[in-house]
Every structure is written in structure tokens, then in C-alpha cells.
């Protein structure tokens, strides 16, 4: 106990004088130890939260390789994703080309029923596949090791031929927190291969008249700039 | 029968082994927090669900503001005797020819993040409080006229080759700016990125699947 024992001298003998009786001193804890729970809430509290998070991008090597050299991909595992900005997000599939008719801009938002929806559709095989070994490992059917369980779902991620391939291409007015949002929800939703990559003439032609209301319906003519 | 009087004085609750431990408690948080250093700019960095933490060291930061302005912070490696990021100055000292003297070069290992051309550089070192430094803070160049910025990564790579680049950038920021910036990195070889962000969680299952058509 937080007291101090005083103890009885005995006193003398045949001492006449009357003594108080004494109480142990005691110290009240109670403020010290409140003032003590709110400094370890505030210690734990900032040195969980002190470490940033980070989200990794690897982008392709910049050295003016040859064309040849560039993978080629089919048009039609092709999602093309343009950020408009103001939280606008606009998909075709396939690539425009001058001899074909041009795809339908579709538009779409980050949302949980925009975006993703769309994406865990054309991702289903691999989505699924995916979460359901996820959830076995939580729910402890399969025990497996952190690395061993990365390299499945990097395996699966590899071996998966139907999913889209997504090419991310910010238009001029995008910010930074779409081209963050739009990688994010390639990771929610498993999406084996995407890549950020520059817009082009036409598709920004193309965003803006599906802004204004009137899609391209053909192939637009392109005036060269003459240097 | 007598009745069985209940005693008279209070129940009292020994606090002293609660406060042992606590102290304890305490004495374990206080040791082991470290605390952020001061950053160059308000930066209210996108949310993700990433769940991957920052590097402690080897680290080399690009914070990229609101309105587009640039700041650079790199550590001093693994522990402090390293001092890399003197080694840094010095070679972009020796770079844009100008002199520091001893005394700088040690406060400047000592501070951290910044963003001003190397010529306000002397003035940020000696500022004397944290104010007068914040207004100094007025973007690094990172063009094609004055790439300063493009210098600090080269030397930084150079002096501590396995320096990785965060960037953290306003969740407001322009993406061209940040592209740029890529740009930049990557013509310095630099192809990975850690992008800051804050973590939100996001439970997607199986139920999430729209209904196959």
C-alpha cells in the first residue's frame, strides 16, 4: 500500500502526555495513474499511426526501345481507362482505329457500383479465384506462409488469359487523387495486368465530345502539326 | 443474534502496482516513439488500401503540394555518421560552384525537407525559426531550363545507390505535375515508385460480383 507506516515509539513509561493516534500517511494514486492512461494512449496512439503507407508502382523503362521490342497486346483483352478529372472516369474497350468503327465511350465514376463493378465483371475468372483461396486461408481451410501465398496469387495473376489488359491514361485535368484511386481499384480488384501509360490525341478528342454530348461516331481526322 | 455490522470504513483499491506498470508502459512508448520531423508543406496525401509501409532509411522523398510546388527530403542512411546527405550538398555545391562553409554543411544534415533554388539555400540553413524557413520554402525548379530537382536525385542516387524514391503528393494535385516528376525520375533510371498514401480499408468478397449476365 501507498502509505508510510509511522511507527509507535512505545513511548515513555509513565508518560502522562496524550498522543494523537496516528494514521499511515497515504498518497491518493488515482489522478497519477489518469495522467499516466491518457500519455500511454497518446505514446501508442502516435506510434502506430507515425508510419506511412506506400503504394508501389513499377512503371515500363523510359529508353527509346524500338517498337518491336514493345509487347504487342490483343485489342479486344483491351480496356481502355481515360481519367477526365472532377471524379470522372471513361472506358472503351478496344483500340479506335481508322478502318474500324469507333468504340462507345462509356462513362463511369469511383464509386462502389461504377468503376468496379464494371472491372470485377470483366475480371470474374481471376477475381474469384483469387478470393476464394484468400478466404480459405483465413477461415484456416489451408495453411500456407506469407511468401508462398503472395507467389500463388502472382502465379494466378500470370497464368490468367481472360481478364482485361488495362491501360490508364490521364487526360490534362486529372489529379492526382484519381490516377491513385483508379490503381487502387486495379489492386481491389485483382486485375493481373494494367499499366499507366499516355493519352492520345484521339482519345482526348474523344472525351470531350462525349462531354458535350455527341460521340465520335467515326474516326477523327488528326491535322499534323508541322514542325 | 447479533447482527453482522458491515465495516464501517471504505473499500480502497491499492493503486501502486497499476502505476508500477503503467510507468513502465510509459517509460517502453517514450523510448520507442520517433517522432516525424517537421515537412516541408501541408500535404494531405490520397487514401488506398495499401498496406505495405514506407522504408525507415535509404529513402529519398518528393513531396508535391496544392499548387504544384516541389520539395525534396533525403536521409542520412542507416544511422546518422553516414552523413549522406552532407555528401549530397557537397556535390551540388561543387555543381553550381558555390561554397559552404563546415558549420553549414552540418546544420543542413541535420534539417530535413526543402524546396527552394540552391541559391536560398544558405538563407533556409540559417534561418532562425521555423516560420522564417517556411517562407522560404517556395518550390524547387525542377524545368528543363534550371532542373535542380533532377540534380538532387542524381547526386542523392550517386552517393546512396540504393536510395528508393517516395513521392507524396496532394491528393489535389495536378497529375501532370506528378507525371512530370515521374518523367524526371525516370530519366534518372528511377522506374519504381512508392506513392504515399493514407491507408482506408475496403472489404471487397465475392457477394461484391455483379450478377453474371
Redesign the interface.
Known amino acids: ?2 502509505q508510510i507506516q509511522t511507527q509507535d515509539q512505545g513511548g515513555k513509561k509513565g508518560s502522562k502526555k496524550k498522543r494523537a493516534k496516528k494514521h499511515p500517511t497515504e498518497i491518493d ?2 489522478p ?2 489518469d495522467l ?2 491518457l ?2 494512449t497518446f ?2 496512439l ?2 502506430a499511426f ?13 529508353d527509346n526501345q524500338e517498337e518491336k521490342s514493345q509487347p504487342k497486346i490483343s485489342a479486344e483483352r483491351t480496356l481502355n481507362i481515360l ?1 477526365a478529372g472532377n471524379d470522372e472516369v471513361f472506358y472503351y474497350k478496344g483500340q479506335p482505329s481508322p478502318d474500324k468503327p469507333m468504340p462507345r465511350l462509356i462513362i463511369s465514376d469511383f464509386s ?1 457500383d461504377g468503376i ?2 464494371m472491372l ?2 470483366r475480371n ?1 475468372d481471376l ?2 479465384k483469387i ?2 483461396y484468400r ?1 480459405k486461408r483465413l477461415t484456416g481451410e489451408i495453411i500456407v506462409a506469407d511468401s508462398t501465398f503472395d507467389n500463388t496469387i502472382k502465379q494466378m495473376k500470370l497464368d490468367d488469359k481472360l481478364g482485361p489488359i488495362v491501360l490508364i491514361k ?1 487526360d ?1 485535368a ?8 483508379i ?2 481499384e486495379m ?3 485483382n486485375i493481373a495486368s494494367y499499366a499507366v501509360v499516355d493519352i492520345g490525341q484521339v482519345e482526348v478528342m474523344m472525351i470531350h465530345a462525349a462531354k458535350a454530348g455527341t460521340p465520335l461516331t467515326e474516326y477523327p481526322k488528326i491535322k499534323v502539326q508541322v514542325k | 443474534m447479533p447482527k453482522i455490522k458491515p465495516p464501517v470504513s471504505t473499500p480502497r483499491i491499492d493503486m501502486t502496482p497499476m502505476v508500477d506498470l503503467f510507468s513502465l508502459l510509459l517509460v517502453f512508448f517514450v523510448l520507442t516513439a520517433s517522432f516525424r520531423p517537421q515537412e516541408a508543406a501541408m500535404i494531405d496525401s490520397p487514401n488506398s488500401i495499401s498496406e505495405k509501409q514506407a522504408p525507415d532509411f535509404n529513402l529519398m522523398t518528393i513531396f508535391i503540394d496544392k499548387e504544384g510546388k516541389v520539395f525534396f527530403n533525403v536521409d542520412n542512411g542507416i544511422d546518422s555518421t553516414t552523413k549522406y546527405r552532407e555528401q549530397i550538398l557537397k556535390k551540388m555545391a561543387e555543381r553550381y560552384e558555390m561554397t559552404f562553409t563546415p558549420e553549414e554543411y552540418d546544420l543542413f544534415g541535420r534539417l530535413s525537407g526543402f524546396g527552394m533554388p540552391l541559391k536560398d539555400l544558405k538563407k533556409w540553413i540559417h534561418a532562425e525559426n521555423a516560420e522564417k524557413r517556411e517562407l522560404l520554402q517556395v518550390g524547387m525548379p525542377y524545368d528543363s531550363v534550371d532542373n535542380q530537382l533532377g540534380y538532387w536525385v542524381l547526386y542523392s542516387r550517386i552517393v546512396n545507390p540504393r536510395a528508393e524514391v517516395a513521392i507524396k503528393g496532394d491528393a489535389d494535385a495536378n497529375y501532370m505535375v506528378v507525371k512530370e516528376i515521374m518523367d524526371l525520375l525516370q530519366d534518372n533510371k528511377v522506374n519504381k515508385f512508392n506513392l504515399i498514401t493514407n491507408m482506408v480499408s475496403e472489404k471487397v468478397g465475392l457477394e461484391d460480383l455483379p450478377p453474371e449476365k
Not at chain 1, 507515425?50 to 523510359?62: D, F
Not at chain 1, 486529372?174 to 484511386?181: E, G, L, M, Q, S
Request: charged share 25%; with cysteine; proline share 4%.
Open positions: 500500500m501507498a494514486m488515482t497519477m495513474v499516466m492512461c500519455l500511454i505514446f501508442m502516435t506510434t507515425a508510419k506511412p503507407k506506400v503504394m508501389v508502382i513499377t512503371m515500363p523503362e523510359k481519367l462502389k468496379r463493378k470485377l465483371n470474374r477475381f474469384t478470393t476464394e478466404d490521364a490534362t486529372a489529379k492526382y487523387r484519381d490516377i491513385v484511386n490503381i487502387d489492386a481491389i480488384c
